[in-house]
């Protein structure tokens, strides 16, 4: 079975810009949920989609956003980027219970400058 | 809210030798799960093991084995017969009993020595 896709895997952007990324879960899996990894702040939940609803959202700011197709896979957008926004992000995919484990893509390192 | 406090920013280990990670959690909640992950240079997240903390025996996967102090809100993972392979950084995490969000800890470098 493939694993968690993340495209792009690397993406340069200029501070104001908007960006998209994307997430292809584990065949099967419903639930996505995605995170930011920076060297200060660590691993930080953002939000988690399920059956095309947002089930849980972290404590980012509303330029930070997300949603889910009918196939399960999600994409979260950040708008108007700040430097601070530099950072590694990883999306896991689960089946959707709470016992289920979560596996995660490779990221997409965004670089804002 | 749920923290989780890995106090060790960096550890090392001979080759074949046995090394311990240490992890603390703080939540008020009765059931829910804690995990390691391993994240090496390619920043890919890999799952190491996972105990439900319903159960009282000690999860174990092959080298990698976990001490569960449940009382004392503590989880170690122990390596054994480390390996090269196994030089990455550790995270621990812990998720409630619902939704699934985890909360990781800062993270604790392995070096492994040969």
């Known amino acids: 079975k493939a694993g968690v896709t993340q495209t792009p895997r690397y993406l340069i952007k200029t501070r104001g810009q908007q960006v998209t990324l994307s997430c292809s879960p584990i065949s099967g899996h419903r639930s996505v949920s995605w995170y930011q990894q920076t060297p200060g702040q660590g691993l930080q939940f953002l939000f988690e989609y399920f059956s095309e609803t947002q089930r849980n959202k972290g404590n980012f700011p509303g330029r930070f956003s997300g949603r889910q197709f009918s196939n399960s896979r999600s994409e979260m957008n950040v708008s108007t980027l700040e430097l601070g926004d530099s950072a590694l992000y990883l999306c896991?995919?689960?089946?959707?219970?709470?016992?289920?484990?979560?596996?995660f893509g490779p990221g997409t390192r965004l670089t804002v400058l | 809210a749920q923290t989780v406090t890995q106090s060790q920013p960096e550890m090392s280990v001979q080759e074949a030798e046995t090394v311990t990670l240490s992890c603390t959690y703080d939540t008020s909640e009765s059931d829910y799960y804690l995990f390691w992950y391993k994240q090496p240079p390619s920043r890919q997240m890999i799952l190491v093991i996972r105990?439900?903390?319903?159960?009282?025996q000690n999860a174990t996967e092959n080298r990698f084995s976990v001490n569960f102090q449940k009382a004392a809100k503590s989880f170690s993972l122990k390596i054994s017969d480390s390996q090269l392979g196994d030089a990455a950084m550790y995270f621990c995490?812990?998720?409630?009993?619902?939704?699934?969000?985890?909360?990781f800890g800062a993270g604790t470098i392995l070096r492994v020595k040969s």
């Open positions: 896991a995919s689960s089946l959707g219970r709470t016992t289920d484990t979560q596996y």
């Open positions: 105990q439900e903390a319903y159960k009282q």
């Open positions: 995490a812990y998720r409630g009993e619902y939704g699934n969000k985890l909360v």
